[in-house]
């Protein structure tokens, strides 16, 4: 799977953000046509990477990236890296950074990749932060969501200036 670093017709850069969906590609496919002409592409960073995967191929216009994530095996990496409008954008599941019991090891290990944002999953709760120099995004989950959160995604967008920003949504 490739990617286009350049901005697009829109301007800017907007990439679809899942994570933890578990085996449910409904919500991913009911995301991506929703999105269908407003996203460049879609990441999903892992327990589900392979469901990301399934529904590709019915949308060809879209660029696809995917985290193996926790007992998932080797579905895909286990990190990648993709430089997108000049930024350095680093998508990690985060369990092995024990995101679940602190998000400090996650955020030195960003800044120690010198990333200009960080992706990851694996709590099932959604945040977004900044932390030095680093946007950091988890989309909570969009299929089995933590007690108390509603099904969750984001939206990561680059301007066409380099600055980088997001939206946590929720699936209605």
Do not use: W
């Amino acid at each position: 799977m490739g990617f286009r670093p350049d901005t697009n017709s829109r301007g800017g850069f907007t990439l679809l953000v899942v994570s933890d969906t578990h085996g449910d590609c409904a919500p991913i496919r009911k995301l991506l046509r929703l999105y269908s002409g407003k996203i460049d592409a879609a990441a999903h960073l892992g327990d589900g990477a392979a469901d990301l995967l399934r529904v590709a191929g019915d949308f060809p216009k879209i660029i696809f990236y995917a985290v193996s994530g926790f007992g998932e095996g080797a579905v895909c990496d286990a990190e990648k890296t993709i430089f997108v409008c000049g930024k350095k954008i680093l998508m990690t599941h985060g369990h092995m950074h024990h995101v679940k019991a602190s998000l400090e090891r996650i955020a030195y290990y960003a800044m120690e990749k010198e990333a200009d944002a960080c992706l990851f999953g694996h709590t099932h709760m959604a945040a977004m932060f900044t932390e030095g120099p680093v946007f950091f995004m988890n989309p909570g989950s969009v299929g089995r969501p933590a007690a108390g959160q509603a099904p969750g995604y984001g939206l990561l967008r680059i301007s066409d200036g380099g600055v980088i920003s997001g939206k946590l949504l929720q699936i209605l």
